[in-house]
């Protein structure tokens, strides 16, 4: 096993990325390595050509992502308690494309992200980039599969 010294987690700011931390937080305190957490805000409604009324999905996101925001930081204040630095990025753009320049700017050597799972409008809010990112990575990337709880309507 490759012995990891930078370990960067993506956190798409849903409550279903909470499992992917927990494992960067393990394997960081495992191979004593820097952990950084990246928070990408990718605005979906800040596309052309939308003549549809989005205000309601524009404020189911904006909620989805003050709630994850604040699961997040209640973990990470935990775990800095506890003696782990752990560092915060968050970017704006595209995702893919700003994972990819943290990941060489930190000289990553493990990349940690949820394997998609999401429900569809965390798709639509969060984008859908696994594929692409897991082939433009110069490092090593660990998908970690979740079950989502389902929607209630």
């Not at 699961?71 to 003696?83: F, P, T, V, Y």
Request: aromatic share 6%; proline share 4%; net charge neutral.
């Amino acid at each position: 096993m490759e012995d990891f010294k930078r370990i960067l987690v993506v956190s798409r700011m849903t409550a279903n990325c909470q499992k992917a931390v927990h494992f960067g937080v393990s394997l960081a305190r495992k191979h004593e390595a820097e952990l950084t957490v990246i928070h990408v805000i990718h605005n979906p409604f800040g596309l052309e050509g939308w003549n549809l009324p989005t205000i309601s999905l524009e404020k189911e996101y904006q909620e989805i992502t003050r709630q994850a925001k604040q699961d997040l930081d209640r973990i990470l204040k935990n775990e800095r308690s506890e003696g782990l630095a752990v560092t915060e990025l968050i970017r704006e753009g595209e995702p893919t494309k700003e994972i990819l320049k943290a990941v060489k700017e930190l000289k990553i050597d493990l990349l940690i992200m949820l394997a998609h799972q999401e429900w569809r409008l965390e798709h639509f809010l969060f984008g859908r980039s696994n594929e692409e990112i897991v082939r433009t990575m110069p490092c090593s990337v660990l998908l970690v599969k979740n079950e989502p709880k389902p929607v209630r309507w």
